[in-house]
C-alpha cells in the first residue's frame, strides 16, 4: 500500500495507473482537486480492490494522520503541487500555501506517524519527494547539464517554493532521521497533462484554428521526458534509491520550444490534416514570460549508473504517442476545458499579443 498525494494530476494519475497495472496491490489517493486535479484521469480504477480516492489536503495534519493510520502504507510519494510557472507569476501566493507549507504539514504528519512505527516497519518506510530541475535555474548554452551537487538558483516563484520544499525534507532526513528520497525531474510530457503547459494548449489550440502562442524568440530549451519512463524512474528510486539522497532524472531530449511546436505541426499535418494550408501557419510570436528560464538540460548519469534506470521513449516516439492520445481523449479533453479553464487563458493570454 502506498498513500499518493496529488493522484489526481497528470503525473500522479499517470504514476497510480501504472502502479496498478505493474501488479501493485494498493493505493490511496490524496488530492486537493484544484483546477489541475482531475478524477476522470483515474476512472479506470474506481471500484478497482485496493485503489481509494480522498479529496484533501495535504496541509490538513489530522486528515493524513487518519490515513496513515487506516491504511498503513509502506511508502509516501509526493506528487502534490502547484506546478505552472505562469500561474505562480500571476499569484504566488497558492505555490508558498500548498508546495512549501503544506509539505512542511505532509512532513509534520507522516513524521509523527513513522516515529510511532514498529521498528521494522519503520525501517522499511519511505518518503519518496517529486521535485524538479527548475530549482537549479537557468542554464547558458554551453554550460553543463544540471547534476545532483549542481547549486539551488530558483528564478520562479514556482521554482523557489519547490527549492523550499526540497530543503525541509533534506533536513527531516539530517535531523529526523525521516527516511526520505528526492527526484529532480526535467519537462514531462504525454496523456492527462493539464492544456495550461506547452505540449497540450499547443495540440489543442492547433486542433481549434487558434494561434499557437510561442513566448519570446521560441529558443528557450527544455530537456523532455515522456511520463511513463518518469513514474518509471520514481518505481526505482522508490525500490532502490539511497536514503537521503537526491535523484536528477532526464531523457537526454533537449529541444527548443518553438521546434517542439514545430514537431506537433508536423504531426498534426500527417495524423489530422487541415482542410486547407498547415498547422505551422498558426504559430505567433507573443511576449515572453517575466524571468523566462532560458535552458534546462539534466544529467541523469546518477541514476542511470547507480540504479540502472533508462528512458525507453525518445522524444520523437512520446511525442507522437501524446498527440495521437489527444486526438483519441476528446471526453477528458471536453471535460478540463471548463469556464475556469477559459478564465486562465484570458488571463495569461489577452495582454500578450504582440
Ligand atoms: P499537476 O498540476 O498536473 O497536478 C498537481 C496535483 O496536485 C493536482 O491533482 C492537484 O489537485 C493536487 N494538489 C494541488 N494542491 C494540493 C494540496 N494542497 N493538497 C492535495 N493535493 C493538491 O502537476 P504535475 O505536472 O502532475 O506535477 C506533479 C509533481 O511533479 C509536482 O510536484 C511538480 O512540481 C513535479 N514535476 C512536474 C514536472 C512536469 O513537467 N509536469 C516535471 C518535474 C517535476
Ligand atoms: O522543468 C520541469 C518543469 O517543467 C516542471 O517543474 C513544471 O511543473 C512544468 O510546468 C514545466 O515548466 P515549464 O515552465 O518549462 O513548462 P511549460 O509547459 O509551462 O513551458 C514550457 C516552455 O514553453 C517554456 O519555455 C515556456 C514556453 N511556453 C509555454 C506556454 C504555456 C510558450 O512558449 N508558450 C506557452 O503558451
Redesign the pocket.
Known amino acids: 500500500m502506498i498513500l499518493v ?8 494519475a499517470n504514476f497510480v495507473l501504472d502502479w496498478f497495472a505493474q501488479g501493485g496491490a494498493g493505493a490511496v489517493v ?5 483546477y ?3 478524477r476522470h484521469s483515474l476512472r479506470p480504477l474506481e471500484g478497482r480492490p485496493g485503489f481509494h480516492f480522498v479529496q ?4 490538513d495534519h489530522a486528515l493524513v494522520g487518519r490515513l496513515l493510520v487506516e491504511h498503513r502504507p509502506h511508502a509516501v510519494l509526493h ?6 510557472v505562469d500561474r505562480s507569476i500571476h499569484g504566488p501566493g497558492e505555490f508558498i500555501r ?1 508546495n512549501l507549507v ?1 509539505t512542511f504539514e505532509l512532513l509534520e504528519a507522516v513524521r509523527a506517524h513513522w516515529s510511532a512505527l514498529p521498528a521494522a516497519e519503520r525501517g522499511a518506510f519511505r518518503f519518496l519527494h ?4 527548475e530549482v537549479f535555474g537557468s542554464l547558458g548554452e554551453h554550460d553543463p547539464a544540471f547534476h545532483e551537487a549542481t547549486p539551488y538558483a530558483p528564478n520562479s516563484p514556482y521554482a523557489a517554493s ?1 527549492a523550499g520544499s526540497d530543503h525541509l525534507v533534506r533536513a527531516y532526513h539530517h535531523t529526523y532521521g525521516l527516511p526520505t528520497v528526492t527526484t529532480n ?4 510530457y504525454g496523456p492527462y ?2 492544456p495550461e ?1 506547452l505540449i497540450p494548449l499547443m495540440i489543442l489550440n492547433a486542433l481549434d484554428g487558434k494561434p499557437l502562442p510561442v513566448y519570446g524568440d521560441g529558443q528557450n530549451v527544455r530537456d523532455w521526458l515522456y511520463v511513463g519512463d518518469h513514474c518509471d524512474a520514481i518505481r526505482t528510486v522508490l525500490a532502490r534509491g539511497r536514503l537521503g539522497e537526491t535523484y536528477n532524472v532526464g531523457g537526454k531530449n533537449e529541444v527548443r520550444n518553438l521546434d517542439v511546436v514545430q514537431s506537433i505541426c508536423a504531426l498534426l499535418d500527417e495524423l489530422r490534416p487541415r482542410a486547407a494550408g498547415r498547422y505551422a501557419g498558426q504559430i505567433a510570436f507573443v511576449a515572453d514570460r517575466p524571468g523566462h528560464d532560458r535552458r534546462y538540460a539534466i544529467d541523469p548519469r546518477k541514476i542511470e549508473a547507480e540504479l540502472g534506470w533508462r528512458p525507453r521513449e525518445t522524444f520523437t516516439t512520446g511525442l507522437r504517442r501524446t498527440v495521437q492520445w489527444y486526438l483519441d481523449s476528446t471526453e477528458w479533453v471536453q471535460r478540463v476545458r471548463d469556464g475556469r479553464y477559459r478564465e486562465w487563458i484570458e488571463t495569461n493570454y489577452a495582454g500578450r499579443a504582440q
Open positions: 498525494t496529488g493522484g489526481a494530476g497528470f503525473i500522479g490524496l488530492d486537493k482537486l484544484t489541475a486535479g482531475n484533501g489536503d495535504i496541509a506528487f502534490a503541487a502547484e506546478s505552472h500548498t503544506g517529486v521535485s524538479t530541475d519547490k525531474c526535467s519537462n514531462n497533462q493539464f503547459k
